[in-house]
């Protein structure tokens, strides 16, 4: 089997994440052709570029309300908010990154130290983890759609508060009324907890389909990458969860 041969590449994704080869052999479902998608309505073509929300933005008070906002403005929203103290503490936003029409939209919590001098989702050894897991279901961060609950860092990279949620709460329905994933994949337990709405540890949110929205779009749990660093042990778990969201896509689009 050569370098270049697909299933090469995910056995090797997969020992990234610690996943003993057989895993993937072995999986449950079997990869399918993706069909062609129906169209759908477009935020933009093209992707923001990271890092480009930042605390500098000049732009006016925003009149629109947020859920009649299109891409572009929803972006310089967001760069230029100041809803809660995060706006006084922070380097730049992190708006997100990826596919604008997106079937994956990976959330995460809150920016860390280095996503917020970066403005990009997901950054260091917890982003790189990130992405052996997308590469292990065909995806990556330039055809999947990643964001945060949080657009702002919370210094000491603490939780971010109820409140600091909720302000940044209709920025994130916007993304996700914009992208229409067909999946959602909430990473680690603030996200699962504030899309849910549910005071539940991830390991008891993990292992089923929950939905989200008006759109009631499939929504899976898992555990978030930096805990995998801290325990590697729980790698498996997260490539079930993995397949589970990729069975969900599989079942709507085959």
Not at 74 to 82: D, N, P, R, W, Y
Not at 170 to 190: C, D, F, T, W
């Amino acid at each position: 089997m050569s370098a270049t041969d697909p299933e090469a590449r995910r056995v090797n994704y997969l020992r990234t994440m610690g996943i003993t080869a057989w895993v993937r052999r072995d999986r449950v479902i079997e990869d399918q052709p993706v069909e062609a998608k129906p169209e759908r309505q477009s935020p933009s073509a093209a992707t923001p570029a990271p890092g480009s929300a930042s605390t500098t933005s000049s732009a006016p008070p925003q009149a629109t309300p947020v859920n009649e906002l299109d891409w572009a403005s929803l972006q310089a929203a967001v760069a230029a908010c100041q809803l809660c103290a995060l706006s006084q503490t922070r380097t730049t936003t992190v708006f997100g990154v990826g596919a604008a029409a997106a079937d994956w939209m990976v959330i995460g919590e809150a920016p860390g130290a280095e996503e917020d001098r970066r403005g990009e989702p997901f950054v260091g050894r917890a982003g790189q983890l990130l992405d052996a897991m997308l590469a292990g279901v065909s995806q990556s961060r330039s055809t999947a759609y990643i964001a945060n609950v949080i657009k702002c860092r919370p210094p000491n990279n603490r939780d971010p508060s109820a409140e600091e949620a909720a302000c940044c709460a209709p920025y994130l329905e916007r993304q996700i009324e914009l992208i229409q994933p067909r999946v959602i994949l909430a990473v680690g337990r603030v996200s699962a907890q504030r899309l849910l709405g549910q005071d539940v540890p991830v390991g008891r949110l993990r292992g089923r389909v929950h939905h989200f929205g008006p759109r009631n779009t499939p929504l899976v749990v898992t555990y978030h990458p930096a805990y995998l660093l801290r325990r590697p042990s729980e790698k498996a778990k997260v490539w079930r969860d993995l397949l589970l969201a990729r069975s969900v896509l599989e079942a709507e689009t085959g």
